[in-house]
Nanobody, 117 residues
């Protein structure tokens, strides 16, 4: 079992920055890839960024150059630094972890990010 707890969401003006954190606990030694997803009202959940256990990263085209995903294995925490925020970035952001040989998927409870114009 893995538990994920997100924090760092809030209200920010367009052009501003926020940093999201996701703290993992439980069977953390089995965590492989971690990721951030987001879901805006009326939309499907979409992948924002991923980071492998080795530090390899991947980003959605819509956030490339503005968002940075990072991972502190000593603190069992993954971060999402979000810069140059736009109103269309408004969504609930979810942390995800793929665990074990079967890549079982765990989710956090989500944190709201609201960007005002």
């Amino acid at each position: 079992q893995v538990q994920l707890v997100e924090s760092g969401g809030g209200l920010v003006q367009a052009g501003g920055s926020l940093r999201l954190s996701c703290a993992a606990s439980g069977s953390i030694f089995r965590i492989n890839t971690m990721a951030w997803y987001r879901q805006a009202p009326g939309n499907q959940r979409e992948l924002v960024a991923t980071i492998t256990s080795g530090g390899g990263t991947n980003y959605a085209n819509s956030v490339k150059g503005r968002f940075t995903i990072s991972r502190d294995n000593a603190k069992n925490t993954v971060y999402l630094q979000m810069n140059s925020l736009k109103p269309e970035d408004t969504a609930v952001y979810y942390c995800n972890a793929l665990v074990g040989i079967n890549q079982y998927s765990y989710w956090g409870q989500g944190t709201q990010v609201t960007v005002s114009s």
